[in-house]
Nanobody, 115 residues
Framework: VQLVESGGGLVQPGGSLRLSCAAS????????MNWFRQTPGKAREFVAA????????FTADSVKGRFAISRDNTNNTVDLQMNSLKPEDTGVYYC?????????WGQGTQVTVSS
């Protein structure tokens, strides 16, 4: 099983980034997919979720209206479009797969929002 995040980097406040998570080794369409983030000294924080088929999605209040999650069950990817980024969005972003009584995590990708 592998979840590989990409797309992180350094961006100025107000900018945008698109994160992607490529999944392999399990039946992707049978798993709900989530994005979390973490900063040093803090607990991992929920950011966004999308159901197995992609019909429903949810975002944390802190990112609502700025971030959007989407998935492609053909290519086994889940993306996080992040707009109007703020310094407090800085952190390591992780994707998580949940389903069939299991959950898997990626290694994370660093997002830094700074001028």
């Amino acid at each position: 099983v592998q979840l590989v995040e990409s797309g992180g980097g350094l961006v100025q406040p107000g900018g945008s980034l698109r994160l992607s998570c490529a999944a392999s080794g399990f039946t992707f369409s049978s798993y709900a997919m989530n994005w979390f983030r973490q900063t040093p000294g803090k607990a991992r924080e929920f950011v966004a979720a999308i159901t197995r088929g992609g019909a429903d999605s949810f975002t944390a209040d802190s990112v609502k209206g700025r971030f959007a999650i989407s998935r492609d069950n053909t290519n086994n990817t889940v993306d996080l479009q992040m707009n109007s980024l703020k310094p407090e969005d800085t952190g390591v972003y992780y994707c998580q797969a949940v389903g069939e009584g299991r959950n898997y995590w990626g290694q994370g990708t660093q997002v830094t929002v700074s001028s």
